[in-house]
């Protein structure tokens, strides 16, 4: 199983960007999915899920209003459109897998997600 997030880079305060999160040796359409970061010095924090068909999600409310999760299950990727970026935001980004296909409070909790993919860096310069 391999989660591969991808699309990092920097970007000024108030641009968008969107990563993404290719997943292989799984059926991403089973899964919920979700989006962590972690800031320097700080502990990773939950971002956003989505569910299993893509018609649910799940956001921090530091990010509700400004960032949308999406899903292609027919390309087993999921997106993480961020627009209005702060330099708060800067950090790595992870994405996760969890078999429990819902998403509730539950999304918050790392511990709960099953794969997780290796990060990429996202960097707003203010």
């Known amino acids: 199983v391999q989660l591969q997030a991808y699309g990092g880079g920097l970007v000024q305060a108030g641009g968008s960007l969107r990563v993404s999160c290719a997943a292989s040796?799984?059926?991403?359409?089973?899964?919920?999915m979700g989006w962590f970061r972690q800031a320097p010095g700080k502990e990773r924090e939950f971002v956003a899920a989505?569910?299993?068909?893509?018609?649910?999600?799940y956001y921090a409310d530091s990010v509700k209003g400004r960032f949308t999760i999406s899903r292609d299950n027919a390309k087993n990727t999921v997106y993480l459109q961020m627009n209005n970026l702060k330099s708060e935001d800067t950090a790595v980004y992870y994405c996760?897998?969890?078999?429990?296909?819902?998403?509730?409070?539950?999304?918050?909790?790392?511990?709960?997600?099953?794969?997780w993919g290796q990060g990429t860096q996202v960097t707003v310069s203010s």
């Open positions: 996760a897998a969890n078999n429990i296909p819902l998403v509730g409070l539950h999304s918050t909790y790392g511990p709960g997600y099953d794969y």
């Open positions: 040796g799984i059926t991403s359409s089973s899964y919920a």
């Open positions: 989505i569910n299993w068909s893509g018609d649910s999600t």
